[in-house]
């Protein structure tokens, strides 16, 4: 019993010596549950529109999709669509690109001094962001290629009120399951303006 009254006064005392992380030293603290829910379409900035496919090559691209192929016919699980075996959300709900979904479109963010934790209700998958001083010490964290990461390597800091999130190495499977394509060598970067 002398044990057990020991324990609780100690971890009484740890618990009363820790606070709530300090989020002071930035703009502002996303924590919070979010909705993406949206009707606005992704548009390209006019200086990009060379980048895109001509319609005819899109078409053939998706139609030779092993996703698509796979949907049609599926040869055992390791065939289907990730988001068909639940290991990403459909859409794009998880990133990079939190694109909105036709339902479960909300997030749970959960902010500390340095790093942010997204969490779509989508298949909830949780995006954890380490945050830090500037562009160049966030692209430092970015961990080697060859772990390929469902939902990518994310890292962000601030610039100004605006948080911005780099995205490299995400994982093959997904980058070639859309509905943002994008190749091994792949950056996606997101930024969220905070304030007036």
Not at 12 to 19: D, F, I, N, R, V
Request: hydrophobic share 40%.
């Amino acid at each position: 019993m002398w044990i057990v009254a020991v324990l609780c006064l100690a971890t009484a005392q740890t618990s009363a010596a820790q606070s709530a992380p300090n989020v002071a030293d930035h703009p502002a603290d996303l924590t919070g549950v979010w909705s993406n829910t949206s009707l606005t379409l992704l548009q390209r900035p006019a200086n990009l529109a060379s980048v895109t496919l001509p319609g005819d090559e899109a078409r053939r691209l998706a139609a030779t999709s092993p996703w698509v192929r796979a949907r049609e016919d599926p040869e055992g699980p390791g065939r289907l669509a990730p988001n068909d075996r639940c290991l990403i959300a459909s859409r794009g709900a998880g990133g990079p690109g939190m694109l909105n979904n036709i339902y479960n479109s909300n997030y749970q963010i959960v902010q500390t001094p340095d790093a942010v934790v997204i969490v779509s209700e989508m298949i909830h998958d949780a995006g954890i962001i380490p945050i830090r001083a500037n562009a160049e010490a966030a692209r430092a964290v970015h961990g080697p290629a060859v772990l390929n990461r469902w939902l990518g390597d994310s890292a962000g800091w601030w610039s100004g009120n605006t948080l911005v999130v780099e995205t490299v190495n995400v994982n093959q499977q997904q980058g070639g399951f859309g509905p943002i394509f994008l190749s091994p060598r792949g950056k996606v970067t997101e930024r969220t303006a905070v304030g007036n």
